[in-house]
């Protein structure tokens, strides 16, 4: 029985990885142009991210852990960021 709960323990936790690219709006004010986009893997958030980064004002790719099934959700990594992004609460 010990077993199979290290097991369970030393599965890795599910994280949310997500890519958001911005533009400016006729008002100068940041809009989302791109996602929220849920991505497969963090090196796969930082290539999209990165490629992104040449056609929008800005973009943002970021991380967290992540249980769903609680609703519970550990604190935003940023990955990569580059040009202007708005404050991410």
Same mark, same amino acid.
């Given at each position: 029985?010990? @077993?199979?709960?290290?097991?369970?323990? /030393?599965?890795?936790?599910?994280?949310?990885? #997500?890519?958001? !690219?911005? $533009?400016?709006? *006729? %008002?100068? @004010? +940041?809009?989302?142009?791109?996602?929220?986009? *849920?991505?497969?893997? @963090? %090196?796969?958030?930082?290539?999209?991210?990165?490629? +992104?980064? !040449?056609?929008?004002?800005?973009?943002?790719?970021? /991380?967290?852990?992540? $249980?769903?099934?609680?609703?519970?959700?550990?604190?935003?990594?940023? +990955?990569? #960021?580059?040009? %202007?992004?708005? *404050?991410?609460?």
């Amino acid at each position: 029985m010990s @077993e199979s709960n290290s097991q369970s323990n /030393s599965q890795k936790n599910p994280k949310l990885i #997500v890519v958001i !690219a911005f $533009d400016r709006g *006729d %008002d100068g @004010e +940041l809009f989302p142009a791109f996602g929220p986009a *849920d991505q497969q893997s @963090e %090196d796969r958030a930082i290539r999209t991210a990165k490629a +992104l980064a !040449a056609k929008h004002a800005g973009v943002i790719a970021w /991380s967290r852990d992540a $249980d769903p099934s609680l609703g519970e959700y550990g604190p935003p990594r940023t +990955l990569f #960021v580059s040009g %202007d992004v708005p *404050d991410m609460e």
